[in-house]
């Protein structure tokens, strides 16, 4: 990791060429060098056009500038910005010059996020919610992210650390001043009373995790069912392109494949896998393995059989929801909706609108009286479930002293501390920063 206290400058738009490119500067000497390429400074915070040159007087391009001085910026520090045409060279030019300015240097990925992070501009939660922001295919996604970003998460959490805070104080206040008139001896029964409150709010809160990181990174619905039962034709229509190869040759399909769809804008991970059958044949039994194998993980399966046969309702590991589809229901014999959840043809396209709007009742279940104020990654939902696991023993360890429960309590806020960042989680910013482009 270079120094903090460097300058520090990247292209922060898209790839070129483009009709606009945009160049972020942040650190210490970021108005110095600017200043050093347009003449002089334009007011902070105002656009305006300006002839960048080289400093020696060569002209790279004319372009838009703006400056944000510190405290008032993204990170914290001096910051500028520098629109120019969006050419290859034109940017290459203007990144050299920048290259040659003492202790200013190119920016590493999520250099710029990190030291608004280190500057107290943002939290961690925060920070995650501007990646997931910037990665965002659907509208749920960034209606998610947005909640994130904006603080949404973070101001749910401060609030149930500083009761947690406050919990401890009154608590220790017993402890060492029991004596004193001006201190009740009744606050442990108001402090545990909010207490049983916070954990139920939290237990509430790491319910919706689940479909926090379903909303984040996709529905997983896998199709599952024998050789020939139309799953690769299935995946195929609801892609509306060819992403399996389908052919009348029973196990064709040996991997898993998968197709992102997007449902009323959530997204949706479709999962096409091999026939599950009884077979000696070695590569095809590896490829029903990994089949059972991501029925196990998944969120929603179908199970497929030709209108006739039965579908199989019971995977090994699975314990969620299965909805049976009788397939080739334009050229099958007649069939009842009692036997299956939905009849579909992949031909004539029969049943694949239903089918679109069972998976979407599926999700709206799921999100039912859910607000978007949810935990969506794996990490926050392991260190909710340990702050409420630590909150649990506090209030379950009556026979235990003031002081250990009180210690109960420190652990359960120190872990949603290391949710927002609040508690030293420094072995996680290099894992969380290396997900943004340089630039951000």
């Given at each position: 990791?270079?120094?903090?206290?460097?300058?520090?400058?990247?292209?922060?738009?898209?790839?070129?060429?483009?009709?606009?490119?945009?160049?972020?500067?942040?650190?210490?000497?970021?108005?110095?060098?600017?200043?050093?390429?347009?003449?002089?400074?334009?007011?902070?915070?105002?656009?305006?056009?300006?002839?960048?040159?080289?400093?020696?007087?060569?002209?790279?391009?004319?372009?838009?500038?703006?400056?944000?001085?510190?405290?008032?910026?993204?990170?914290?520090?001096?910051?500028?910005?520098?629109?120019?045409?969006?050419?290859?060279?034109?940017?290459?030019?203007?990144?050299?010059?920048?290259?040659?300015?003492?202790?200013?240097?190119?920016?590493?990925?999520?250099?710029?996020?990190r030291r608004a992070l280190e500057n107290g501009k943002m939290d961690l939660v925060e920070v995650e919610g501007l990646a997931d922001l910037i990665g965002a295919e659907t509208e749920m996604q960034r209606?998610?992210?947005?909640?994130?970003?904006?603080?949404?998460?973070?101001?749910?959490?401060?609030?149930?650390?500083?009761?947690?805070?406050?919990?401890?104080?009154?608590?220790?206040?017993?402890?060492?001043?029991?004596?004193e008139d001006d201190v009740p001896g009744s606050v442990s029964d108001l402090v545990w009373r909010d207490m049983e409150r916070l954990r139920s709010e939290l237990s509430v809160h790491l319910a919706g995790a689940a479909f926090g990181?379903?909303?984040?990174?996709?529905?997983?619905?896998?199709?599952?069912?024998?050789?020939?039962?139309?799953?690769?034709?299935?995946?195929?229509?609801?892609?509306?392109?060819?992403?399996?190869?389908?052919?009348?040759?029973?196990?064709?399909?040996?991997?898993?494949?998968?197709?992102?769809?997007?449902?009323?804008?959530?997204?949706?991970?479709?999962?096409?896998?091999?026939?599950?059958?009884?077979?000696?044949?070695?590569?095809?039994?590896?490829?029903?393995?990994?089949?059972?194998?991501?029925?196990?993980?998944?969120?929603?399966?179908?199970?497929?059989?030709?209108?006739?046969?039965?579908?199989?309702?019971?995977?090994?590991?699975?314990?969620?929801?299965?909805?049976?589809?009788?397939?080739?229901?334009?050229?099958?014999?007649?069939?009842?909706?009692?036997?299956?959840?939905?009849?579909?043809?992949?031909?004539?396209?029969?049943?694949?609108?239903?089918?679109?709007?069972?998976?979407?009742?599926?999700?709206?279940?799921?999100?039912?009286?859910?607000?978007?104020?949810?935990?969506?990654?794996?990490?926050?939902?392991?260190?909710?479930?340990?702050?409420?696991?630590?909150?649990?023993?506090?209030?379950?360890?009556?026979?235990?002293?003031?002081?250990?429960?009180?210690?109960?309590?420190?652990?359960?806020?120190?872990?949603?501390?290391?949710?927002?960042?609040?508690?030293?989680?420094?072995?996680?910013?290099?894992?969380?920063?290396?997900?943004?482009?340089?630039?951000?």
């Open positions: 990791m270079h120094a903090a206290n460097q300058t520090i400058y990247a292209l922060s738009s898209g790839s070129l060429p483009a009709g606009v490119a945009v160049i972020r500067i942040c650190g210490r000497n970021a108005l110095h060098a600017v200043e050093a390429l347009i003449g002089f400074l334009p007011p902070a915070r105002q656009a305006a056009l300006k002839t960048i040159r080289t400093r020696n007087g060569l002209i790279l391009d004319r372009g838009l500038v703006l400056i944000f001085p510190g405290p008032g910026s993204f990170t914290g520090e001096d910051c500028a910005e520098i629109q120019v045409h969006g050419g290859k060279a034109v940017v290459s030019a203007l990144l050299a010059e920048l290259e040659s300015f003492d202790d200013c240097r190119l920016a590493e990925h999520g250099e710029f996020s209606r998610l992210a947005i909640e994130h970003a904006a603080g949404g998460l973070s101001d749910l959490y401060e609030g149930w650390a500083d009761r947690l805070t406050r919990a401890r104080a009154l608590i220790e206040a017993e402890l060492d001043f029991a004596d990181e379903i909303v984040r990174d996709g529905l997983r619905v896998v199709i599952a069912g024998p050789p020939n039962a139309g799953k690769s034709s299935l995946i195929n229509a609801l892609a509306k392109r060819e992403v399996a190869i389908v052919t009348d040759i029973a196990g064709t399909t040996r991997d898993v494949l998968h197709v992102d769809l997007n449902i009323e804008g959530y997204a949706v991970r479709l999962y096409d896998t091999a026939g599950l059958r009884e077979t000696e044949e070695i590569v095809e039994r590896e490829g029903i393995r990994r089949a059972l194998k991501t029925v196990a993980d998944a969120d929603l399966v179908l199970s497929l059989a030709e209108i006739g046969h039965v579908a199989q309702t019971d995977f090994p590991g699975f314990s969620g929801k299965v909805l049976t589809l009788g397939t080739k229901a334009d050229i099958a014999d007649a069939a009842t909706d009692a036997d299956y959840d939905l009849l579909i043809s992949s031909i004539s396209g029969a049943g694949l609108r239903q089918l679109h709007q069972l998976i979407l009742a599926d999700l709206q279940e799921r999100s039912a009286s859910l607000s978007l104020a949810l935990p969506s990654r794996l990490r926050h939902r392991n260190l909710l479930s340990q702050s409420l696991q630590a909150l649990v023993a506090a209030l379950e360890s009556e026979d235990h002293g003031l002081d250990i429960r009180a210690e109960y309590l420190r652990q359960s806020g120190n872990s949603l501390g290391r949710i927002t960042g609040r508690v030293d989680v420094e072995d996680l910013l290099d894992v969380i920063f290396s997900e943004f482009c340089i630039g951000k």
